[in-house]
């Protein structure tokens, strides 16, 4: 795993334990983004159920597409190890934050086998404004009790 994503999920994971996700006033991230990145992930989530692989791909940021290359490569990754997001039971967006300058949408889920996790959706914004998902980090819940 890279570095920059062990230290995005420890620094996450201080803050389920220590802050609940409480809202973030210094993310710099206007109301129209945060609602932004909500839907993507939300419209990923929603193709995911549908089994729509071209869809869930197109919100995928450039390089995770140059990185599976097809939508069909994608979803296979998707439904072999991130069971939990494409198939939760339920899910609860938690409070966005930036670290080191990248983008979090943390979103708690109810995994099919009734476990809780936190999906921390790395965001990155396009050059036309639209927001992308650059990939996604599953931890637990610190603290928590489902």
């Known amino acids: 795993m ?17 802050a609940g ?11 129209a983004d945060r609602e932004a990145i909500r839907q993507v992930i939300v419209q990923q989530l929603d193709a995911f159920q549908r ?8 919100y995928a940021a450039p ?5 599976f290359k097809t939508p069909a490569e994608f979803m296979r990754m998707v439904r072999s190890a991130y069971e939990a997001v494409y198939r939760p039971r339920s ?8 670290t080191d300058g990248q983008v979090v949408q943390p979103l708690q889920v109810v995994a099919p086998d009734a476990s ?14 639209r927001w992308r998902i650059s990939g996604c980090v599953l931890g637990r819940p610190q603290g928590r009790s489902a």
């Open 116 to 129: 809780v996790l936190v999906a921390f959706y790395l965001m990155e914004r396009q050059q036309d404004g």
């Open 51 to 58: 089994d729509d692989e071209v869809e869930a791909f197109s």
């Open 91 to 98: 899910t609860e967006f938690l409070e966005v934050f930036v």
């Open 21 to 31: 996700l409480a809202a973030d006033d210094d993310t710099g991230l206007a109301a």
């Open 2 to 18: 890279r570095p920059v994503l062990l230290l995005i999920v420890s620094l996450a994971s201080l803050l389920v334990t220590a």
């Open 63 to 67: 390089s995770i597409q140059a990185q």
